[in-house]
């Protein structure tokens, strides 16, 4: 088990593999306290892991090739640690992201590079460049079997913050009396209106995004074990 706190992620026999479960201890458990336990449990538990075997879990590079969509809190993460403050969100997400629009789906992930690899990658050591400000999806990315309900979590909470980026996005541009601007495009129809607000919406921290806000009633039944 890791995490003796408001979260906790248990080690789980899936047939002949271990992996993980999550359990919420504490109703006002936030998204910082999933993702605390999350890195704690790639530390501490005996997981099946199915990539490369390493020392460390930042060691392994074969991650920076899936697909990472970011969140909101991820950019105002990305904009501290990158010290791009005087950048728009739109000039931002042109330098780090690609914003994909394929009718009214708006879809925005890390930018990558010609090879598929992450552009944070540093290709000299394989590491991160930006670990300790990387994406909610790169921290809760682990290469083993999931329960349901765990899996079913960490779809939730990438999701939301998603939502809650594009709809920040459309925003900015609807201010600046601008049509938002993107990188590729099929037959694209976005409107603000289809983007309401969430649990990650005047949130600017994961720590203040609390989980049972963000989950719907059942899959909180699930989740929520008290202590």
Not at 163 to 180: A, F, I, N, T, Y
Request: proline share 5%.
């Amino acid at each position: 088990m890791s995490g003796a706190g408001t979260v906790q992620v248990l080690a789980k026999m899936f047939g002949k593999r271990m992996g993980y479960d999550v359990v919420v201890r504490d109703g006002g458990a936030s998204v910082q306290d999933y993702l605390d336990a999350l890195n704690g449990a790639i530390e501490e538990l005996p997981l099946s892991r199915g990539r490369r075997k390493t020392a460390a879990c930042r060691g392994c590079d074969l991650c920076c090739a899936e697909r990472a969509p970011l969140t909101w809190v991820d950019v105002l993460n990305l904009e501290k640690h990158l010290k791009t403050g005087r950048l728009s969100l739109q000039q931002l997400l042109d330098r780090v992201g690609n914003i994909l629009v394929d009718g009214p789906v708006v879809d925005i992930t890390l930018r990558r590079n010609e090879d598929g690899s992450c552009i944070f990658l540093d290709r000299e050591s394989r590491l991160c460049s930006v670990y300790p400000a990387r994406p909610l999806v790169c921290q809760t990315f682990i290469c083993c079997p999931a329960s349901r309900r765990a899996a079913r979590m960490r779809d939730l909470v990438v999701n939301s913050g998603e939502d809650e980026l594009v709809r920040r996005w459309l925003l900015h541009s609807g201010k600046k009396g601008e049509e938002p601007a993107f990188h590729e495009g099929y037959r694209p129809r976005v409107r603000i209106e289809d983007w309401r607000p969430n649990a990650f919406t005047g949130k600017k921290h994961y720590r203040r995004v609390l989980l049972k806000e963000l989950c719907p009633p059942d899959l909180w039944r699930q989740v929520f074990v008290p202590g």
